[in-house]
């Protein structure tokens, strides 16, 4: 069975922290990016980061460069997202996707393109 399961998300005040965890199952995980989205209420989904099979390379939205890093442990079959100096406008459900890629070098995540979808976790930023 094919999974990607996030966990990690919760409550925290402006300027707080968290780390977010997204595990893998039932596909051969270094042929996939693995991109970070996330959708706020009354918004489109939009991706906050990707990064490549090998790990080697990332991407991220502009917002939250500086602030997001996105990194991965192919052996455990887990991408992570560290989120620090939240803010009010990180408030969103946050989902894992995984896309296949021609080598492990290569960095895309396009959320119609991915093939795998987590459930999300919600994020809160607030006081």
């Known amino acids: 069975q094919t999974l990607l399961v996030e966990s990690g998300g919760g409550l925290v005040q402006p300027g707080g922290s968290l780390r977010l965890s997204c595990v893998a199952s039932?596909?051969?995980?270094?042929?996939?990016?693995i991109g970070w989205f996330r959708q706020a209420p009354g918004r489109e989904r939009e991706r906050v980061s990707c990064?490549?099979?090998?790990?080697?390379?990332?991407n991220y939205k502009d917002s939250v460069k500086g602030r997001f890093t996105t990194s991965r442990d192919n052996a455990r079959k887990t991408v992570y997202l560290q989120m620090d100096s939240l803010k009010h406008e990180d408030t969103a459900v946050y989902y894992c996707?995984?896309?296949?890629?021609?080598?492990?070098?290569?960095?895309?995540?396009?959320?119609?393109?991915?093939?795998?979808w987590g459930k999300g976790t919600p994020v809160t930023v607030s006081t």
């Open positions: 996707a995984a896309q296949w890629t021609v080598n492990s070098d290569v960095i895309s995540c396009d959320q119609y393109d991915s093939l795998y």
């Open positions: 039932g596909f051969i995980f270094d042929n996939y990016a």
């Open positions: 990064i490549s099979g090998s790990g080697a390379g990332t």
